[in-house]
């Protein structure tokens, strides 16, 4: 067979076979197996090792796809200064992912704002990379679709499909007040993963009142105890991080202000202006009211 003829048959076979990396690239390993006189094996090996690695890395690709998660709110977007150095030290063991293997939850609570929802999604993307499954989903969200797998009769289906993952990452449970009906879903699937995979959740609500969410006290206590039996629990007691960014910029402009205006008794416009401004500036009332501090109730 002529050296061209053994080329196409061989890159028919690596097709037959998926195996592009192999194809891509055997040419050039060829070519460099004979510089630097590399042995059949390594040569081999060569291939392989990038037939092994482009699998991975698509394999991942594809589990963050299919994950849902907020690719922002990551590991490198999340500054960990801000958390206790006990709070630290779990994350540390969290990303180690070993508490998937065991089965066991990690429920983050704390008041809006305070990262609850970063914090769960930056673990999570880190256990994504290092190639397990998770599913991110918004509570309302999950409740929905379990309801409309239920009125088609396909519930037990729909849960096994959620048992795929390695974690289910529920943000925001008890944020919408729930119907009896629309708990009784995401009663089953508490009772459903219990024990079988992890679950990840935030939770603006402290169990003191999760009563509101699973209405009946039985149901609430049944909830709590299948949540909390293999679980590891983060406090997030921390002010909102939106608010903190507001108020620091605000003393950043404060302190620009003061710099261009050394004399404010020579500026009386200037004097003007703090007096209309008041103790708190707009964008930081603002915030205050969209972290909730009002008389709403309080999206995290
Ligand atoms: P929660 O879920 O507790 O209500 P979020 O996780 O949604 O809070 O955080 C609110 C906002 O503040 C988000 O934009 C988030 O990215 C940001 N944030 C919160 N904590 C941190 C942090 N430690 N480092 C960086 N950004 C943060
Ligand atoms: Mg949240």
């Given at each position: 067979m002529s050296a061209h003829a053994l080329n196409e048959r061989l890159v028919g076979h690596l097709k037959t076979l998926h195996l592009p990396a192999i194809r891509e690239s055997f040419e050039d390993e060829a070519m460099r197996?004979?510089?630097?006189?590399?042995?059949y094996e390594q040569y081999l090996f060569e291939l392989a090792d990038q037939e092994v690695e482009m699998r991975r890395a698509n394999r991942i690709a594809r589990f963050l796809r299919e994950s849902r998660l907020p690719l922002e709110k990551g590991l490198d977007t999340f500054d960990l200064k801000r958390l206790s150095h006990k709070l630290c030290a779990q994350v540390r063991v969290l990303l180690e992912g070993s508490f998937l293997a065991r089965k066991e939850n990690v429920l983050a609570f704390g008041n809006p704002?305070?990262?609850?929802?970063?914090?769960?999604?930056?673990?999570?993307?880190?256990?994504?990379?290092?190639?397990r499954r998770v599913l991110f989903t918004p509570c309302a969200l999950l409740v929905q679709d379990l309801l409309i797998a239920k009125r088609d009769l396909r519930?037990?289906?729909?849960l096994k499909k959620l048992g795929r993952y390695d974690a289910l990452l529920i943000d925001d449970i008890g944020y919408v007040q729930q119907s009896r009906e629309e708990m009784e879903v995401l009663f089953s699937l508490l009772a459903d993963r219990y024990e079988r995979t992890s679950v990840m959740l935030t939770s603006n609500l402290s169990f003191s009142k999760w009563e509101t969410i699973f209405k009946?006290?039985?149901?609430?206590?049944?909830?709590?105890?299948?949540?909390?039996?293999?679980?590891?629990?983060?406090?997030?007691?921390?002010p909102s991080y939106r608010l903190e960014q507001s108020e620091k910029q605000r003393t950043a402009e404060?302190?620009?202000?003061?710099?261009?205006e050394p004399d404010e008794r020579n500026h009386p416009s200037a004097n003007e202006r703090s007096k209309t401004r008041g103790p708190q500036s707009r964008q930081v009332r603002r915030a205050r009211a969209s972290e909730g501090q009002g008389t709403t109730p309080a999206k995290g």
């Open positions: 197996a004979t510089q630097e006189s590399l042995s704002g305070s990262g609850k929802t970063h914090l769960l999604c930056a673990i999570a993307r880190e256990l994504v990379e290092s190639g519930l037990a289906r729909a009946d006290p039985m149901t609430t206590a049944a909830a709590i105890d299948r949540l909390v039996h293999h679980s590891v629990i983060l406090e997030l007691n921390l404060a302190k620009n202000e003061t710099a261009e």
